[in-house]
């Protein structure tokens, strides 16, 4: 045996990959990693210093996990994808894997990538960095090369042939050359590492994997071409475990082995079945005892290459080998979800267990230090997944995280967070003050080149008074600044009435000398806005810290102390209602005049008995903008709008609230509004004794119900088709087959709603006839005549008829779907333009397309207007990039748009969306699409359309 190349004196037992010779283990043990460079790859090699990868990988993934609970859709169609309930307890790690990063919602987008979106400003470089790369995690089967103990696995991808070296120290400890392993690898830093995610695949798989895998990637690929390689691999994951799952269902479940081979246990039970709980439990708990007693005997890179035992009986490596048994007392623990107690091995090796020091006080970290930035981040993105409304609360939260770096991260979300980032920036910063960062905040308030909402969030959290604002704000700024601040204070205490307690704290952040002039800015604010300053200012009477102002808020408030809080209100609301259409749905419009002769106005769009669509409010609208809205509204709902009381309004919308399990983001506001009014009780007509057929087809013929008040072809998708015209006993059949369905709640319903809506109309007899008709259906569903008369009226083929003039869409689309999602345009140009047309076009054909499914199984409002946007987006960047479009290749676009869920709609887009170029966009005066003239963004930010007559 050659000498040590290192020493030359001793023999050179281990092969040294860094000097290409043998080398001893005293040489090795002392000058690896100091005097020699050691690879990575080395499995004697151990890096000196902590390393934090694992634990910065692993909080990355608690933070994906936690927020796919905030995305339970999507959530759910992936889980539906991989195989819902029968995914089996072998697949279980895949299928969390797939959810996160692999499946794809309509826009093209993982989870990981809406997380990025959303929350990126709150993660640290290296937490960052590992999301980067988990957006492309790679999926493959893998073949283990070599094992290099508690360091790395040599690896090849199977389906391409890349070898790499992924560094994973707990894989090695149960992983044998020649293991198969579906597993998903990422890239962090230049190093491979597997995302924690593993299936072992038995050998005799191989082919059918690889296989299954070779033919999704080459459908994929043909089916998107331009898709990456990342997106491709994460979309064969669902037919490899489909094969999979196949192969087994007739066979013998996968087995567990150990490194040697050796099969530890089925998991399947001794009549097939998969075990239970308790007994996976019990099979893990053997597992881990197996492992820990053949890894006693193995050599241990961290042990200076000698085995447990042998360490034991060193000194100086005892504390290192307790270090070991404890971490993996506590990694068995962990995985097996109970404690995990090894004190048979401290016996057997003859070493004392580590005493834990006793907890005391737990510390406060230091502002300024990297753990206290680490916790200010933890703290405000846990506040973002669950909002405090008490302000109090709120403010304490952010203080025990450390204000400092509270503060400083908060400014990072004002800088690069997104608008919702941005906005809770603006509610927080105010609390705890500028601090440190004022200098940071001063430069955004400098900015010109950047958005108002920016510099007025900065304006809001530097305070009001602040003496360098000035030098850096003209008038025009601050009428600007101003008004957006107030119009928001306003949106705010609709959306959280505590919220007025940030009167007060503004006032408290005042030196006492400019408190009198902010709180005249204030209250100038409160007039126009017409809010009662009882409400307003009834905290700040409280607060000792304002008596300087007490008697001035006296006078404000003591005028209007006979009169109730929300008289100013009430006096000068008005509210409206639609009729019901024949998905279930009604428009609630309310309106409060201002005292500066405008109005703020909030719409609702609600199911009858069901939950909150969609809506909006605005403030600062003329009286003809009002008038104009009500038309419109009363137009796209196919119904007149008839006057109601504020309170009954309110009580509808609680209602509506109360049964809405995720409230979109752009409806707070307006619900707010509502809630200004106390509840009110909704008029209940007398049902007539009886109401025939014959009495509610008359009604039926009338202009509220004559568009809307049928079955369509989604109601009647699984009912055999009728003759013409439909006859009784088809009629009776399918009244039958559809009162097992969510139909009948849905019909009792609207019936309801339109007895209540006639009756507010001054018709009682059409009200009695429609409360006889909610009873009577709800009754017996079968032999309702309402429903009767509704069969008879069906339209199967309604709705797929596309009239150019529906595709302008209608104000309350175009300006739900600009807010939404292009509020961050501040110079829209002609590409912005096309996209807020396109969009809105492709919600009306959407919502055609829906139609053919059951109403009460179209998907919600929100939900159509994202994948709406999404196929907008992509046709307005092809047409504006190839004015001479390609038309199959426009029907392509729509298709990678729409995904696979919803790709039986690109026909219809397809048709519809060349209807609307060439009928509307070829001779629009914007000309969006070629070369834009003055006007776009006069016409991008109205709510109708350049052409709408």
Not at 258 to 273: R, V
Not at 442 to 450: C, G, M
Not at 758 to 763: G, P, R
Not at 879 to 905: C, M, P, S, Y
Request: contains cysteine; glycine residues 8%.
């Amino acid at each position: 045996m050659a000498k040590c190349a290192s020493c030359g004196a001793r023999k050179g037992k281990r092969e040294c990959p860094a000097l290409g010779a043998g080398i001893c283990a005293a040489c090795c043990g002392q000058k690896r990693g100091v005097q020699i460079d050691c690879p990575d790859e080395c499995g004697f090699y151990v890096p000196r210093g902590p390393d934090r990868s694992v634990e910065v990988f692993d909080r990355v993934i608690e933070k994906l996990v936690e927020f796919s609970k905030s995305r339970p859709s999507m959530m759910r169609e992936a889980v539906v994808a991989f195989g819902g309930a029968d995914v089996q307890s072998w697949e279980h790690v895949i299928a969390i894997a797939y959810t996160i990063y692999g499946h794809r919602d309509a826009r093209g987008r993982c989870l990981a990538d809406i997380y990025h979106e959303q929350r990126a400003a709150l993660l640290s470089r290296d937490q960052l960095a590992v999301l980067e790369a988990l957006r492309e995690a790679r999926f493959s089967l893998f073949e283990v090369r070599k094992v290099h103990l508690e360091t790395g696995l040599d690896i090849v991808d199977l389906v391409d042939g890349d070898a790499m070296f992924v560094h994973e120290k707990e894989g090695t400890r149960t992983a044998a050359a020649h293991d198969l392993l579906l597993t998903w690898v990422v890239s962090v830093g230049g190093r491979h590492v597997t995302s924690g995610a593993a299936a072992r695949i038995m050998r005799g798989n191989r082919a059918l994997v690889l296989d299954t895998m070779r033919d999704a990637l080459e459908r994929h690929r043909a089916d998107h071409p331009d898709a990456p390689e990342h997106v491709a691999r994460g979309a064969a994951v669902v037919p490899v475990h489909r094969a999979l799952r196949e192969r087994h269902a007739d066979g013998p479940a996968p087995e567990l082995r150990n490194t040697d081979g050796e099969t530890l246990a089925s998991l399947a039970g001794p009549d097939g079945d998969d075990l239970d709980p308790g007994q996976l439990a019990e099979l893990d708990r053997e597992i881990g005892v197996h492992f820990v007693r053949h890894w006693l005997d193995l050599e241990i890179p961290a042990l200076d290459g000698m085995t447990p035992r042998q360490a034991a009986r060193v000194p100086r490596m005892r504390e290192a080998l307790v270090d070991l048994v404890d971490g993996y007392e506590n990694t068995l623990a962990h995985q097996l979800d109970e404690p995990m107690d090894l004190g048979w091995v401290y016996e057997e090796l003859g070493i004392e267990r580590q005493v834990a020091p006793t907890p005391g006080p737990e510390p406060t970290p230091a502002p300024d230090r990297p753990d206290g930035l680490e916790a200010a981040r933890e703290a405000i993105e846990r506040l973002m997944q669950a909002p405090i409304q008490d302000l109090e609360k709120l403010t304490h939260v952010l203080t025990r995280a450390g204000t400092d770096a509270s503060r400083t991260v908060l400014v990072d979300l004002v800088e690069r967070g997104s608008g919702i980032q941005e906005d809770f920036a603006a509610i927080c910063l105010p609390l705890i003050g500028p601090g440190l960062e004022r200098d940071r905040l001063l430069a955004l308030v400098r900015d010109r080149s950047i958005c108002v909402h920016r510099r007025i969030t900065a304006v809001m959290a530097l305070g009001p008074g602040d003496p360098d604002l000035e030098q850096y704000m003209d008038e025009e700024d601050y009428d600007l600044i101003d008004g957006r601040i107030f119009d928001r204070l306003f949106q705010t205490i609709l959306t959280d009435p505590d919220g007025l307690s940030a009167i007060s704290q503004l006032l408290m952040d005042q030196d006492a000398p400019k408190r009198p002039e902010v709180l005249e800015r204030i209250e100038r604010a409160r007039r126009v806005l017409v809010l009662p300053p009882s409400v307003l200012y009834g905290q700040c009477l409280q607060e000792p810290g304002l008596a300087d102002l007490h008697d001035r808020l006296l006078e404000l408030v003591s005028p209007e102390r006979t009169a109730s809080a929300a008289a100013p209100a009430r006096r000068d609301a008005t509210a409206l209602v639609s009729s019901c259409d024949g998905t279930g749905a009604y428009q609630l419009l309310l309106h409060v005049e201002r005292r500066d002769g405008r109005h703020s106005v909030a719409s609702l769009c609600v199911r009858a008995g069901g939950d909150v669509r969609n809506g909006f409010s605005m403030t600062g609208v003329t009286r003809e903008r009002v008038d104009e809205l009500v038309e419109r509204t009363a137009s796209s709902s196919g119904s007149r709008l008839v006057p109601m009381e504020p309170e009954v309004a309110s009580t509808l919308v609680r209602d509506a609230v109360d049964v809405t399990s995720s409230m979109p983001a752009d409806c707070a506001a307006a619900v707010g509004f509502f809630g200004l009014f106390d509840a009110g009780t909704s008029p209940a007509p007398t049902p007539a004794a009886s109401v025939t057929a014959e009495e509610l087809s008359s009604l039926l013929e009338r202009e509220a119900y004559m568009d809307a008040w049928f079955f369509d072809g989604g109601d009647l998708a699984d009912i055999e088709p009728p003759p013409t015209p439909a006859s009784r006993s088809w009629i009776e059949r399918a009244a039958r087959t559809m009162a097992s369905t969510p139909a009948r709640e849905s019909v009792v319903a609207m019936a309801r709603h339109m007895a209540m809506w006639h009756s507010l109309a001054d018709e009682p007899a059409s009200a009695s006839m429609m409360a006889a008709a909610a009873r009577m259906t709800e009754d017996d569903f079968a032999t309702s005549p309402l429903v009767h008369v509704m069969l008879a009226n069906h339209h199967p083929g309604h709705g797929q008829d596309i009239d150019p003039r529906w595709l302008l869409g209608d104000p309350v689309q175009r300006r739900s779907l600009r807010a939404r999602f292009l509020s961050s345009v501040k110079r829209p140009r002609g590409r912005a333009m096309a996209e807020l047309d396109m969009s809105v076009a492709s919600f009306v054909l959407l919502l055609q397309h829906f139609a053919s499914r059951p109403s009460y199984a179209r998907p919600p409002e929100q939900d159509v207007e994202e994948l709406a946007h999404e196929v907008g987006r992509r046709v307005a960047a092809y047409l504006t990039k190839n004015r001479g479009q390609d038309e199959g290749r426009i029907h392509e676009v729509i298709e990678r748009a729409l995904g696979r869920t919803h790709r039986d709609a690109a026909p219809h887009l397809f048709e519809g969306l060349l209807t609307y170029y060439y009928t509307y966009c070829l001779r629009c005066p914007v000309d969006c699409f070629g070369s834009p003239r003055r006007g776009t963004a006069e016409a991008f930010n109205s709510d109708v359309h350049p052409l709408e007559p």
